[in-house]
């Protein structure tokens, strides 16, 4: 909550440990315009819409290289407007390092990662909730917007595709949209937890056989494999007796998701069979 700040004060100027201004933009500002909770919010607003700025503001998230973390804050644009923000593998932008971008305009949210884009669909007009949950350890990331994943992909690549280090530096939010819309979108209640010091369940560490995230789960668990899996593929999540508890819903032949939230607090497995292969996933339910 940004209640305690004056309302047309900068960020970066009300906490200048967490948020830092990306040169030669400018601080974002706490507005009273829009709020999720309490009365303000920090608002990104452009007077450009073809090249956005001036706000440019990094929230440091400290080079993590490992454990498990969950980034999320509630967000709002306004009809005809739009949004953006990217993610950083270092907190030192001198030389950026993109691990993500990810534009809002007209109801469409469009990720780039790994070289790939995707879509997802948003509401303008009502706050909606971003969440990015990254498994440095593993190098895997995933982002949701209101629960719905948009985009996976290995954390330990630039947005072109080529190697970076699975490194958690900083999130970008500059004031911009398509080129087309002008930027104008509204921050709250941002979060930032650290869920593992370090990896779980990779049952076949070694050989990168596939990834499970968020671990802990909460809501929707997504796993990802190296390669992609036949039509005859049997994928179930079981408990620690053997039940089989359900099976997933496949986004692609090599991503899939798990809908968890009934599911009690405790220890599960994602059991992959096809062919001659035979993976095992360990995932702990908050």
């Not at 280090?165 to 650290?194: H, K």
Request: glycine share 10%; net charge negative.
């Amino acid at each position: 909550s940004f209640d305690t700040y004056i309302v047309g004060s900068g960020m970066a100027a009300n906490d200048p440990a967490h948020w830092v201004i990306w040169d030669p933009g400018e601080d974002q500002l706490v507005s009273n315009t829009y709020a999720q909770s309490g009365l303000n919010s920090m608002a990104c607003l452009s007077n450009n819409a073809a090249d956005g700025g001036p706000g440019d503001l990094l929230l440091l998230l400290g080079d993590r290289t490992t454990g498990i973390y969950d980034l999320g804050w509630s967000m709002y644009i306004p009809a005809g407007k739009g949004g953006y923000f990217n993610v950083q593998h270092t907190e030192d932008v001198t030389s950026p390092s993109f691990a993500l971008e990810v534009i809002f305009a007209g109801g469409t949210v469009t990720a780039t990662a790994d070289n790939t884009d995707l879509t997802g669909t948003y509401a303008s007009d009502e706050w909606i909730d971003i969440l990015l949950n990254f498994d440095l350890d593993n190098a895997g990331a995933v982002l949701f917007v209101n629960n719905e994943p948009v985009i996976t992909w290995p954390f330990d690549t630039e947005t072109d595709g080529t190697a970076s280090e699975s490194r958690l530096g900083a999130i970008d939010f500059y004031s911009y949209a398509d080129g087309n819309d002008t930027g104008e979108y509204y921050i709250d209640d941002v979060s930032y937890v650290q869920l593992s010091a370090g990896g779980i369940g990779m049952a076949e560490k070694g050989t990168d056989a596939a990834r499970v995230f968020p671990n802990p789960a909460q809501e929707v668990l997504l796993v990802t494999v190296r390669e992609p899996l036949s039509q005859q593929a049997s994928v179930q999540l079981v408990s620690v007796t053997g039940q089989v508890l359900m099976a997933p819903t496949f986004i692609s032949s090599r991503t899939l998701r798990f809908r968890v939230e009934d599911l009690a607090s405790g220890i599960y497995f994602v059991r992959i069979t096809d062919g001659e292969r035979r993976i095992v996933e360990r995932v702990v339910k908050n």
